[in-house]
């Protein structure tokens, strides 16, 4: 099957359950979980993106186990609660930066339709690294770019 980005979906979707269930991530296992989406084990580990997911799962769980064995005093049931939780605040975190990342690309644009960029980037004199930064994550348009480079 090809690399499609249900099938990927399907996969992560698999593999996150198989995390929670705590149930041991193994190519054969997910291959039986996946009702046919996917054949045979090779199907995930010959391919570079599944093997990529594949792995990145094997790896939390893992990390978890890791964590379930050497923690004294909490129960697995405790700190698989505690798992949840810190997950979904990361849910929380990424839709939060997602929105400030609009926010301040929308900010942006404002003051570059009333002629301002440069002055907005004025502010960040002496900090090169934090306009970088915001370049990379996608907050300052392309135009903010551009005037950034010649001030």
């Known amino acids: ?9 399907i996969l992560e979707e698999t593999l996150e359950i198989m995390v929670l269930e705590n149930e041991k991530i193994t190519a054969r296992a997910v291959i039986a979980r996946m009702d046919g989406v996917l054949k045979h084990p090779s199907d995930i580990t010959r391919n570079v993106e599944r093997r990529k997911l594949f792995n990145k799962y094997k790896d939390r769980q893992e990390r978890i186990r890791y964590s379930l064995k050497n923690r004294s ?23 939060e930066r997602s929105l400030l990342i609009a926010s301040h690309r929308a900010a942006i644009l404002a003051v570059g339709e009333l002629g301002g960029t440069s002055a907005w980037l004025k502010f960040f004199t002496g900090y090169n690294s934090a306009v970088e930064h915001l370049q990379d994550i996608g907050a300052i348009p392309n135009g903010g770019g551009k005037e950034h480079d010649s001030a």
Do not use: C, D, P, Y
């Open 73 to 95: 005093g909490k129960s697995a049931q405790s700190l698989a609660t505690e798992i949840a939780r810190l997950s979904a605040e990361v849910q929380v975190l990424r839709s």
């Open 1 to 9: 099957m090809g690399n499609s980005a249900r099938t990927l979906q």
